[in-house]
T-cell receptor
Framework: DTGVSQDPRHKITKRGQNVTFRCDPISEHNRLYWYRQTLGQGPEFLTYFQNEAQLEKSRLLSDRFSAERPKGSFSTLEIQRTEQGDSAMYLC?????????????????FGAGSRLTVL | GENVGLHLPTLSVQEGDNSIINCAYSNSASDYFIWYKQESGKGPQFIIDIRSNMDKRQGQRVTVLLNKTVKHLSLQIAATQPGDSAVYFCAENKVRLTGGGNKLTFGTGTQLKVEL
């Protein structure tokens, strides 16, 4: 296992089109997170899964965004009817599940990201 | 127009010097902090973490200092190398004791440039 994999690395699309990103987390990690990062800013939380359950969503995740993790392994993030404001880097991260300060639960391992450009 | 957000704070250091990157965090209830390094075109990479019951933690060539009184975090890099050139982010979290995901809140980042 070489870490968190994201695909595609770059996507250029026209406004109004739908796009889908895929994330393959570290195999033994049962938590999976999606973050969005715009130029010059730190990543912002979008949503996370524990196994196949989507447990929390940010207000940033509008109705046009949907994320799934159907078998508790890989995840997809779909953006419908893209807008220019959706242009950003979409980062996936994974971690072990755990409570409190349990080892591995608090440190997120990030993928290289999927950069979206909406024309 | 002005490109708000595109101009990261920048720290330029000579190779071999020590670097100190500072971060002011926002939530006094945060009890766990992480420093991440992000190179161009890559995702954030974990460097070092610290719990709020500590004020200092050392790793290999890096030290993190935490001052909860003023909500300040710093990352010290010893003998800075060209490979250290990147954007550095601090991230904070309020650890959940009864389960649930750990959403990190990231700062805006500092660009470290190492000059040869």
């Amino acid at each position: 296992d070489t870490g968190v994999s994201q695909d595609p690395r770059h996507k250029i699309t026209k406004r109004g089109q739908n796009v889908t990103f895929r994330c393959d987390p570290i195999s033994e990690h049962n938590r999976l997170y999606w973050y969005r990062q715009t130029l010059g800013q730190g990543p912002e939380f979008l949503t996370y899964f524990q196994n196949e359950a989507q447990l929390e969503k940010s207000r940033l995740l509008s109705d046009r965004f949907s994320a799934e993790r159907p078998k508790g392994s890989f995840s997809t993030l779909e953006i419908q009817r893209t807008e220019q404001g959706d242009s950003a880097m979409y980062l996936c991260a994974s971690s072990l599940a755990g409570t409190g300060f349990s080892p591995g639960a608090n440190v997120l391992t990030f993928g290289a990201g999927s950069r979206l450009t909406v024309l | 127009g002005e490109n708000v957000g595109l101009h990261l704070p920048t720290l330029s250091v000579q190779e071999g010097d020590n670097s100190i990157i500072n971060c002011a965090y926002s939530n006094s209830a945060s009890d766990y902090f992480i420093w991440y390094k992000q190179e161009s075109g890559k995702g954030p990479q974990f460097i070092i973490d610290i719990r709020s019951n500590m004020d200092k933690r050392q790793g290999q060539r890096v030290t993190v200092l935490l001052n909860k009184t003023v909500k300040h975090l710093s990352l010290q890099i010893a003998a800075t190398q060209p490979g250290d050139s990147a954007v550095y982010f601090c991230a904070e979290n309020k650890v959940r004791l009864t389960g649930g995901g750990n959403k990190l809140t990231f700062g805006t980042g500092t660009q470290l440039k190492v000059e040869l």
